[in-house]
Each structure stands twice: as structure tokens, then as C-alpha cells.
């Protein structure tokens, strides 16, 4: 089978990667790409006049394209995405929770937020943006790191060159410079054939650095097949080490056998060339595969049969490989806005220099007019009338009414305003609450931005799963929250290899209005639909953890802990703990019936125990046993009068059963009210058992700890 590129050791191989580099350069050259992005560029530095910088005129510019590009960057990058787990097959949800957890952190401690804010910068940009994903040994020393990319589209193609899906291409070439002194570093043995390739980096058309300059960009005429016959035939010498070389780097599809077996993992090679072809540095099979991993495992990762690449748009176009910039819709406004302001400057201009009309014919001198008062002597009435200031021009009112319908016009089309006033076409809407309207609105507007970019966040996590499952050969150490609490946790290789598809929240990277979050967290607490603590961990409110404890202690929490630090016996905390537990009736009621001891019973409990003289080990064993046969013969008298009244109160109902016995109806009624009213007298004496057993703790010195008001005691 005929493949693009040939067999790995053949001669042609590193020219036939130029020969696909030229024919990209080449498409995106004639189809205009190269010089849309370039003016794009310009018009992001706010250099949209061309005119000579000896202008006569004051030409100025209101850069709306870069408030309107900065805007929208901010708005679909102002919040981490959120990742999800789905399962494809069995697996343990612990494992799931993991796998988020692991994505999660690479994104926090990796930065990647910077690197997102970079992409849909470019995306906004150039209308297209490529990312890369590929494992780094040399980051995150000693075992390395995944990392991901913003690849600039000056350094990235594509093969076939119409071809719109990445991973549907038969190549992707990432071609870069590189210093000489780098290259010969890195790849030691061509150091004697590696060669400066200034004539091939001016082919790239990247004049980006030459427009932030200032500098004045010329064509390019010569072709690479002309300069890879020149370097040929011509024996190049290698230039000074601080110049650079064209790397290219060419990813391609290649399905070559072995023994009956492909030779590449998902049948994807690896090619790095450079000095237009001469030089072949490496040739590997797919880098994104570890070939210690068995294939089995090694099959089931993202990354085996696709490219570590993924092309998004700004804005989506079926009939291009390219996406859409919103700058080829708004440069043309922006260019109106600027036309206008600089007429505007120019009548401001002329008409501050105030002129004096002097007739010729008035027989006064010019220099009669300068300096201070003087008496002139026209020549006659009639050239008198001539002396007089010249009227400065006047500004057209319709220029400014034209200067704000384009502005509104260009905002309009753009969709971006300001959130914090949130104006849009000059009316102000500042409530909060139609803030949330507004962001709903700019969500709806920017849907295809935010598909795009929520597909390449998918892309890079999914990349970045495989490549963790490939090269985490070693234990790693990840932080995560649950609960409010920091917490680690040990991930490998071996436990990302889950049956599961990452996935993101569309829109989760949106901004979200804290005000309306907070208000509505305030309304579903008066709803009871949330706690406490979720109540203030969404207005963020500071150290609600301690606030929350010190409600669960109650009201008295914190004097009680005073107390005890203070050295106040427990039984008299326990004591005063039960009080703030009962209602005034109830502690009235329970005094009557001598259930509740008066406050001066409890200190004479208390100083009598502390009188007591001390005794030996001996005498405190024999106490116990008396005072443990004391505390079960009051249990033997609380259950003989349990019977006495569970007896009682059976006569009764057999009694009334009795009297109501020709009417079975009333009959049945009448059970369930004495059952009602024998189920609340059981109650009254378990709460009478209740504060006797408290009496008698009391008494032993042997209380429990203190409880607060409507909680259960939970002593023993």
C-alpha cells in the first residue's frame, strides 16, 4: 500500500514533509488567510491607518474591535469549567469521583485556565485555534507532566488542505522556529548538518512581530521548492547559532504492517525534519502511546488512533476549513467610527486658531493687532466694516448623531457590552436582578462560541486522561475539597483506566452574577429548601465553619464551656443545662411535684459529698457496691409501681368496655381514646423516671455531660 510519506529510513522522507508544508503554505496564501490574520493582528494593536506617519491630518482611532475582542474573551473564560464523569460500562463510583478529582486538580495546578484564556483569545482573534496536548518529561521534575498548548495558526496545518475535520486528515504538520544553538543541543548528533533557515521562516508570512514593531513588512517571492534546490545543489554552510531553524513537526496517518500487524499504535507516526528536508531527526511511532502499557489497556485511551491536536472555531463555516472571526464583520464599522472622529478632531483643530480679518484697503498695519490696546484709524467707514474675527467652522450636529449609530450598530452586532453598567445601545440597566437576564442574553448570543469552546475544553480533558493513563507510571499525590475539608488522595495510570467519557458543563465558564446567586440562596433558606450551612458557604460569608459550630452548642454553648473551664461541678452544669432545656410551666410544675430539686438542695448535695471524708481503695470499692444494689432496688420499686398503674388503668378500660358493651361502635372508639390516654400516662412516668434519675446523678456525683434546649440527653 502506497502511503503519503515513505518507509522510515528512506532518503525522501524529510523532503516530502516540506513538499506538504509548501502546499499549505501555499493554499493559505492564495486563499487569503495569511494576510486576513495578519490585518486582524493590526487591527488588535490598534494600528488601523495606513497612511504616513507624516500626516498632516490627526487621525484617530477608537479601537472598538479590541474592547469588543477583550470582552468576549473575558465573558467565556471568566469561570473554571466544570468537569463530568459518564460511565460506559461497569465501574466503581469511587474510581468516577477520582478521575474528576485528578482533572480537576491538573487544571488548578497546571495553570489551565491561562492557557484557555490564550486559546479563545486566538480563536477570537484569527477565528480558528488549535491546541495541543502531549505528556513533558521534562516538566514537573522527576516524573514529568501533561501539558497543553495554544498553537499559533501561523505554525499549524492541515492535509488535505480543505479537509475541516483534524482527525479526519491524512497529516497536521506544527512547524516552529528554533534556535540553532537549541537544535544542536537537543539533537547532538547532526550538529555538523544543521543549517539556519531564514529564507524558509520568511515563507510562514508571520509579520506579527514587524507590525507590533513598527516595522515595514516586504513579499516574499521565492517558492520552497525553489530554496529546497538551492540548499541542495549548493552545499549550505551552517549560519551563526543565535539564528534559527524550521522545525517541522509532521503527525500522519501511516498503515504499515509488520508480521500480519500494524507497525504504529493506532497507526500514527511521528516525523521531525528540518533544514528544508535534509535533516530527518526523529521518526517514531505515536508518541501519545506507551509501549510498556499492554495493547489491550493501551487501545481504550483517547489519544491511540486520534491526533494530540483539536481544531476549534469562533464562529462556525461548512463551506471553510477556516472558522469565521468576528472582526471581518465589524472591521468595516470600527473603520466608520474612526473616519468620523478624525472629521470631528479636524473642525475641532481648525477652529481653535482664531483669525483676524484685515482688509488690505484699511490703511492700518498687521502689527497694530498684537500686542495690547491701541487706537487704529481705518482708512473709512466702509473698511471698517471688514475688521472682524473670522467665525471658526461649525460641527454638523449629524456627525455626531452618525457617531453613535455606528458605535450602537457595532456593539449591536458584536453582542458584547459591559456587565457592570450593563449598557448596550446607550440604555443603562443596572438592577441585579435583570442581570441575569442579561448574561441569559449574552449566553444565547455567544452559543456557537460557547459550544465550540466547551468542545476543545472536552478535547484537551479527555487528551489529557489518556495521556495520564499512558505515562502515570508513578504514584501521584492529588488535592481535592469534600465537605469543606482539604483532602489527598494517590492516583496512577492504572486507576484512570476506567470505562468513562469526561465531559463539560456547557457554559460553565459564563460569568455568573454573585448578587444573584446570593439573593436567591437567601430565598430558598426562608423556603427551608437549604440550611444553615449552605446558606453561608454561598454568600461566602467569612468563617461560617466556627459560626456554625457555635449554633450547634446552642445559646448557652459558649457559657457553659466557660463554666467548665472555671472548675463548676458537672452535676450543677447538668443541672443548669436541664433548666435551659424546659419551659417556665413545666419547671414550675416539676418544683411542685418535687421532681425538680431547688437550687439550695443541690448545693448542700454537693458541699455534703465534698465533706465526706476520704476513703481507701477498699472502703470506695465496698461504697460502690452498696450504692449499685441501692440504685437497683429503686429500679425494683419504679417497676413494681409501673404494674401497680399498668394494672389500674387495665381495670378501667375493662370497666368502661363493660359499660359501653351493647354498642360495639362506641366500643371501639372508646379503646382508642383510653389507649391514647394510657400512652400519655406512660409518657408522664418515663419523664418522672426521667428527673429522679437525674436527682439521684445528681446526688452520686455522676452526672453526664450537658445538653441545650429541645436536644435529648444522652446520658447513660
Known sequence: MDELIPKEGDPKVGYRVFEILDEILKYRENSGR?????????????????????????????????????????????????????????????????????????????????????????????????????????????????????????????????????????????????????????????????????????????????????????????????????????????????????????????????????????????????????????????PSINPELSVEDAIKTYCWDKYPFSKNYSVTDTASPFGMADYEQLEDLNIEVNKTLSAITLVKDKGSALKFVNPKDSGIPDTHFLGGPAIIRPTSTFTASGLKWLEPPRLDANMLQALTIYKDLFFTIAGTFDLDQADSAGRNVIAYKALAVLLENVSRMLKDKIRNYSKMIRERGRMYISHGQNWYTEDR??????????????????????????????????????????????????????????????????????????????????????????????????????????????????VKSGELPLFDQIIQSLQGQSEQPQTSPVDGAEVEVKMANARKIDAEIELIREKIVTERLEREVKIKGVEFDEEKLKIERTKILEELKANDENRRIERVKTLNSIVSSVKSNKQGPYQERGLVSNNV
Open 34 to 286: 495569511t494576510k486576513a490574520w495578519n490585518r486582524y493582528y493590526e487591527l488588535r494593536r490598534n494600528k488601523h491607518w495606513k497612511s504616513p506617519k507624516n500626516s498632516k491630518h490627526t487621525l484617530l482611532t477608537a479601537n472598538l474591535l479590541g474592547k469588543s475582542h477583550h470582552n468576549t474573551v473575558n465573558m467565556l473564560t471568566d469561570n473554571n469549567p466544570t468537569f463530568n464523569a459518564v460511565q460506559t460500562g461497569e465501574t466503581d463510583p469511587e474510581a468516577l469521583d477520582s478521575m474528576l478529582r485528578t482533572c480537576e486538580n491538573w487544571w488548578t495546578e497546571q495553570e489551565q485556565q491561562n492557557v484557555f484564556y490564550e486559546s479563545v483569545s486566538d480563536g477570537e482573534l484569527y477565528g480558528t485555534v488549535v491546541e495541543k496536548v502531549s505528556f513533558d518529561i521534562d516538566k514537573e521534575f522527576p516524573y514529568g507532566e501533561v501539558d497543553a498548548e495554544t498553537v499559533s495558526m501561523f505554525n499549524f496545518g492541515w492535509y488535505p488542505v480543505k479537509e475541516r475535520d483534524i482527525q479526519e486528515c491524512e497529516a497536521v504538520l506544527h512547524f516552529f522556529p528554533l534556535s540553532v544553538r537549541k537544535v544542536k543541543r537537543q539533537f547532538s548528533k547532526f550538529k555538523d548538518m544543521i543549517v539556519a533557515d531564514s529564507d524558509y521562516l520568511k515563507q510562514l508570512g508571520d509579520t506579527r512581530s514587524e507590525i507590533s514593531l513598527g516595522e515595514k513588512h516586504q513579499g516574499y517571492v521565492a517558492t520552497f521548492a525553489g530554496i529546497i534546490k538551492n540548499l541542495v545543489g549548493s552545499g549550505a554552510v551552517a549560519s551563526d547559532d543565535n539564528e534559527n531553524v524550521l522545525m517541522v513537526e509532521c503527525w500522519v496517518r501511516d498503515y504499515t504492517e509488520v508480521g500480519g500487524e500494524a507497525k504504529y499504535f493506532g497507526n500514527i507516526r511521528r516525523i521531525i525534519a528540518g533544514c528544508g528536508g535534509k535533516i530527518v531527526f526523529s521518526d517514531d511511532n505515536n
Open 477 to 590: 499525590w492529588i488535592t481535592y475539597e469534600k465537605n469543606g475539608k482539604k483532602n489527598t488522595g494517590r492516583i496512577n495510570g492504572k486507576s484512570l483506566l476506567i470505562p468513562a467519557k469526561l465531559t463539560v458543563v456547557s457554559g460553565s465558564t459564563m460569568p455568573r452574577s454573585q448578587v444573584q446567586e446570593r439573593e436567591e440562596s437567601i430565598e430558598l433558606f426562608k423556603m427551608s429548601a437549604i440550611d444553615q450551612e449552605a446558606l453561608l458557604e454561598k454568600i461566602d460569608f467569612p468563617d461560617y465553619k466556627k459560626i456554625l459550630e457555635r449554633m450547634q452548642q446552642g445559646p448557652f454553648g459558649e457559657l457553659f464551656k466557660k463554666l467548665t473551664e472555671l472548675g463548676v461541678p458537672e452535676g450543677m452544669l447538668q443541672y443548669f443545662q436541664d433548666i435551659a432545656g424546659m419551659e417556665e410551666k413545666d419547671i414550675e410544675s416539676a
